[in-house]
């Protein structure tokens, strides 16, 4: 255990001395601070937790970083020339959206669980985290798909009938627009 910790904050370490507007930033506080990026790093992310845990507006905040970055991300993808980036952020926005749903429906009883904002905070982590284990990929094959491929026929079909009412309403409000047209044409003809 004690290994894979510090295989970890190795790899943390190296990853917060690439070259990007964060690390650029963090050389800056690590050079006025005298304190090594790694330990600014691991002290906010304790202090995000503990935030979490107890802190007025952990909704928000929640959100915000579940929001954040994942945006940033796909924005990213979409001016990428490669197509794998757009299916993983894609597919991470449909998790998202589903576990929003979920949420809605269920928030009388998660707001009774304890620390449900850390919770949901670290579970946006694993659905966004870049590596084989990503929760949004494992989500999206286990439970979505096979959800929605069961369920497409009925849905294409029910949206193929609501395309068909929407149309059928935008005949008739066009119809009553033009009958009100010519009424209102003729009633001008009749004034001259």
Known sequence: MAQQIEAF????DKALHEKNAFTDILEKVEAKTNVRRLYLVMGLA?????YLMVGYGAQ???NFLGF???????????ESKGKDDDTKWLTYWVVYSGFSLVEFFTDIFL?????????????????MVPTSWNGSI????????????KHQAKVDEA???????????????????????AAAAALRSKME
């Open 60 to 62: 928000f905040l929640c």
């Open 9 to 12: 904050k190795a790899k943390l």
């Open 159 to 181: 949206l193929d009938k609501a395309a068909g009412v929407a149309q059928e309403v935008l005949d008739e409000v066009s119809a009553e627009e033009s009958a009100k047209d």
């Open 46 to 50: 304790a202090f995000l937790a503990l």
């Open 111 to 127: 707001f009774w669980i304890p620390f449900y904002w850390l919770l949901k905070c670290v579970f946006l982590l694993y659905c």
């Open 68 to 78: 954040l970055y994942p945006a940033y991300a796909s924005v990213k993808a979409i």
């Open 138 to 149: 494992m989500i999206y094959n286990k439970v979505i798909r096979p959800f929605i491929l």
